[in-house]
């Protein structure tokens, strides 16, 4: 088997518990492999780190599966890591028909996501080892949780595209079916496999939900970047009377009108099909003003050299954002940028703060990603979503 030797920072982490290697942190390699093979990793010492998936072609050169010598990379290894994973969310967290199944490195499966949404299981592959098992992982869910009927293979994104992998999408296993209704908190969606990333967005479920406890009958409140409706929705459910929707994407928008139906609150909600700063800025020159402000957009910072462009953007949505909030009103705000962690975005939304002539008092815990996304205490990358809950009030 082909060895890749690390230096001393790789090494460190790996020690600490950390999954993946950058090309960066790779000294030499020694024998022949090719992308998706798996490797030993060494020390320049010539101790053993562990054994995973390799692929030059890529910045994640190797993804770590086991850092066990004797232990085989293969269908039945994978088959126990999928079952435990799913038992720890049902067991430990409790979850039950909606929820992330499978998180990456934080379940030892690097480069594989599953969603399950009651009888359908969303597959997303980041990984050129992970894709030769891929029937086998299909499987591998279904044996799993025996209630799952179809896995839908939605590999498409940047990801599969940085990884030399193709985008697919289409049902890999089971019966052919794109649609299902998900509860949340006291609201309902619907999930289309259709959508974006794995179909429906699970990792703001309990800020979603956190909302609810916020919004009083008589509210008007304003959802940016809303993709099908998920604060949208639950606000409009809590009692707000007015919910204003703002999506740049038709499909997207549509979805929310349907998930608006299903709860029955149609009459609630309006809807703004564009691009949010453009919309944002024209509401300001009218003068509008929301009790609720949420503002959860896409990741602006792809890359660490983006750092900078990146949360200029998140600034401006939060200074324009910041404008649109009532006195003693609240602003959400989110970011799922891995790149920004929570004191570079405390500090632009304090920057946007200031600006906009607010005070920002902190009524929510700093609020991650839900746990059904764990996040390894050793491993940075499994921790990337940071969202705020701010009362705001006028500098005086």
């Not at 982490?13 to 030499?28: L, N």
């Not at 009888?119 to 990984?127: C, D, M, N, V």
């Not at 949208?232 to 994407?249: Q, Y």
């Amino acid at each position: 088997m082909a060895k890749v030797i690390v230096d001393a920072q790789a090494a460190r982490a790996i020690g600490k518990g950390a999954m993946i290697v950058f090309k960066k942190g790779v000294v030499r390699t020694e024998g022949e492999f090719s992308p998706g093979d798996v490797v030993e990793v060494y020390t320049r010492g010539g101790k053993f780190l562990g054994k995973g998936f390799v692929n030059p072609n890529s910045n994640i050169m190797i993804r770590l599966v086991t850092k066990d010598r004797d232990v085989e990379i293969n269908k039945e290894l994978f088959r126990e890591r999928i079952r435990r994973a799913n038992e720890y969310r049902k067991k430990v967290l409790g979850y039950d028909r909606a929820y992330r199944m499978v998180y990456g490195e934080a379940d030892y499966l690097p480069g594989l996501i599953v969603d399950r949404f009651n009888e359908i299981a969303s597959l997303q592959i980041s990984s050129i080892g992970m894709e030769k098992f891929k029937l086998d992982l299909a499987e591998a869910i279904m044996e799993a949780e025996p209630e799952i009927e179809t896995v839908f293979e939605k590999n498409t994104g940047r990801s599969r595209r940085r990884e030399g992998l193709p985008e697919i999408e289409r049902v890999l296993l089971g019966k052919e079916k794109y649609r299902t209704i998900i509860k949340e908190g006291k609201a309902r969606f619907i999930v289309d496999m259709r959508g974006q990333k794995t179909g429906f967005f699970l990792d703001q479920r309990e800020n979603r939900i956190a909302l609810e406890k916020y919004v009083k009958p008589g509210m008007r409140v304003l959802d940016v970047f809303t993709y099908t409706g998920g604060f949208a929705i639950h606000a409009a459910v809590a009692g707000a009377d007015e919910v204003v929707a703002v999506d740049k994407s038709p499909w997207a928008i549509n979805m929310v009108k349907e998930n608006a139906k299903l709860n029955g609150v149609e009459d609630r909600m309006k809807y703004v099909v564009g691009s949010a700063f453009p919309i944002m800025e024209e509401m300001i020159k009218r003068g509008e003003k929301f009790d609720i402000v949420i503002l959860d957009p896409p990741a602006f910072v792809q890359h660490e050299k983006d750092l900078k462009r990146g949360l200029r953007a998140y600034f401006n949505v939060n200074y324009a954002g910041l404008q649109l909030v009532k006195e003693g009103g609240i602003l959400v705000t989110a970011s799922c940028s891995q790149h920004v962690d929570m004191q570079a975005f405390k500090d632009m939304v304090i920057a946007a703060a200031a600006k906009a002539g607010k005070f920002l008092k902190l009524i929510e815990p700093y609020r991650t990603q839900a746990p059904d996304h764990p996040i390894l205490m050793a491993s940075k990358d499994t921790e990337y979503l940071k969202a705020l809950f701010l009362y705001v009030e006028d500098m005086k």
